[in-house]
């Protein structure tokens, strides 16, 4: 193929993107192809590729869920070799350095720049969409009185405390990019707190024209592995676990850039719809629903925390260990505890923010710091698992109940709702993996109500005595060892017709703790041998020990840890 293609011509890249490649035999025609710039004509759409969905409950959480189950499924056993891809990293790194030329430190914060991709199609206005989404919103929205009242007091919220402002002209453009970001409600009835979420679809476009999503790069994840934090936070003797204050909200978005996040919303919600009810807003702070969003928070709170020359060991703690707003510190006694405490607050207040909700295992930390700067319970989640400060403890659950009608979705909504980060509850979710696996073989619909002896296999593993899934809890401690001093770190790899899966241990003289486990289904589609699964076992315990040793640096202790791999 390389002889084939191996020719002294040049490329040439054509305006619709597609690229003209020689060859021996001539010209070929390769790539992708741009979507075609579709001009506006006013504010009118022909066709609107959009989704709108009367219950908003359901919809986007289940997205949402999803992404973060198949996320967490596969966190720590991704291939750790290999080549990068070359095209991706100079991407990323024209945009960090995009970021690092635009960011700008005022008195009242940080100021950034949207990072928009190189000879982008024309961004519309999307103001046909907005308009047609916010009828629909509201028009939801008073059937239930009480979710319309809070989501206008959202709005008048933000706009008191200035994350939003009004546009008074919205004709008015100065040539920067005018867009508007439709929004809608997500309910969440069974939260003690936030029932109602405001959520803006910024990869909403009309056909033929791209999204704002489209035209912005999003950005190198830079975020640390959650898993990683998680395997950390229960290496240290004392922990201190805060929260960022609303830290989307300290990101302030340059002017050029805020009528792209133009949205509508009613004047007053008791009057009628209709265009002179309907006023135009924008977002004067990054906000949810750009794929950009997280990269500039985390740039912005890097950006911080390089400035922080005073304190370059506890800056690189805190970015290792801060994943969007929860922050894990570690100490070896009451006093550095403290001290992190108090430095850490110094150097957010300096990025006119604040931390908040402080909690450790070390009682006289409470003393050390303000009380509204103190968590109220003494038990807490730490990126979703339930920690016990007082008992120094961790608290797993699981609770799968049977749905009423059953169905795939309903099977699949529940397996997703599972919050596993580190895999402690594999042997219980195999048997409802396989099931679920068992559905799509036999090519259930999402929504068909299923068989009864169908059904009666879901209802029996659910109610299995002996496997006790729903109802399931158990309390493990934080800490793997005490002493820390010696350390073996141990990999069991096993396989099955069934699954595969993998654990990791920590060894110490003392005591021995499961670090993470993970697991995957055999494959429907082909036929593997015994052995290749017994591999297919190891290459997961491998990935698990390396990214065990990353994450815990057991490179950079004084004594040597040793690593054993078993299988069978």
Request: with cysteine; aromatic share 8%.
């Amino acid at each position: 193929l390389w002889n084939f293609l191996d020719v002294p011509h040049p490329r040439h890249t054509l305006p619709s993107g597609l690229q003209l490649v020689p060859s021996k035999l001539g010209y070929l025609l390769t790539g992708q192809q741009m979507r075609a710039p579709q001009e506006e004509q006013g504010d009118r759409t022909d066709r609107v590729e959009a989704t709108l969905v009367n219950s908003f409950t359901n919809f986007d959480e289940e997205l949402e869920r999803w992404d973060k189950y198949w996320t967490m499924d596969s966190a720590g056993v991704c291939e750790f070799t290999g080549t990068k891809n070359a095209e991706k990293d100079a991407t990323n790194a024209k945009v960090a350095k995009f970021f690092e030329e635009m960011i700008e430190k005022r008195e009242d914060g940080y100021y950034i720049r949207f990072p928009y991709k190189e000879n982008h199609p024309p961004l519309p206005t999307n103001k046909a969409i907005a308009l047609k989404r916010l009828k629909t919103v509201l028009e939801t929205l008073r059937r239930t009185p009480e979710l319309l009242n809070d989501y206008d007091k959202t709005f008048r919220a933000q706009q008191e405390i200035g994350v939003i402002e009004e546009v008074e002209n919205p004709s008015h453009t100065d040539g920067a990019i005018v867009h508007y970001i439709p929004h809608q409600p997500v309910i969440t009835p069974q939260k003690e707190t936030t029932k109602l979420r405001i959520v803006f679809d910024a990869s909403a476009h009309s056909k033929g024209s791209p999204s704002l999503n489209d035209v912005l790069h999003q950005g190198p994840l830079i975020l640390p592995e959650l898993y990683a934090m998680l395997l950390r936070f229960r290496t240290p003797k004392y922990v201190i676990i805060s929260d960022v204050e609303k830290v989307f909200l300290q990101v302030r978005l340059h002017g050029a850039d805020r009528d792209a996040t133009r949205f509508l919303w009613v004047r007053d919600i008791n009057e009628p719809f209709g265009i002179h009810n309907v006023a135009t807003f924008r977002f004067t702070r990054v906000t949810f629903g750009l794929n950009v969003s997280p990269y500039l928070l985390g740039a912005t709170i890097n950006h911080h925390l390089q400035s922080a020359m005073q304190n370059e060991e506890l800056a690189k703690e805190i970015r290792e260990n801060l994943y969007v707003d929860n922050l894990i510190l570690s100490a070896a006694t009451p006093s550095e505890a403290a001290r992190k405490s108090l430095e850490a607050r110094k150097i957010f207040e300096e990025m006119g923010t604040n931390l908040r909700e402080f909690l450790s295992n070390d009682e006289t930390l409470r003393q050390q710091l303000p009380e509204n700067a103190c968590a109220k319970s003494l038990v807490q989640k730490v990126l979703g698992i339930t920690w016990n400060s007082e008992t120094d403890r961790l608290e797993v659950r699981c609770s799968l109940t049977v749905s009423d009608p059953i169905t795939k979705r309903s099977v699949a909504r529940q397996i997703a709702s599972i919050y596993d980060p580190m895999g402690w509850l594999v042997p219980l979710l195999v048997p409802a993996k396989k099931f679920q696996q068992d559905l799509w073989r036999e090519e259930f619909d999402w929504d068909t109500k299923l068989p009864p002896e169908v059904a009666s296999r879901w209802i029996e593993i659910l109610e299995n005595q002996s496997i006790k899934i729903n109802g399931f809890q158990k309390s493990l401690p934080r800490r793997y060892c005490t002493d820390l001093s010696e350390l073996t770190l141990a990999v069991f790899a096993d396989a099955s017709e069934v699954a595969i899966a993998a654990c990791a241990y920590l060894f110490s003289e003392c005591n021995s703790s499961l670090m993470i486990a993970k697991s995957k289904l055999s494959s429907i589609k082909t036929k593997t041998t015994m052995p290749k699964l017994e591999m297919n076992a190891l290459t997961i315990a491998t990935r698990l020990a390396f990214s065990a040793a990353q994450a815990l640096k057991l490179h950079e202790l004084e004594r040597s840890t040793i690593i054993y791999i078993f299988s069978d």
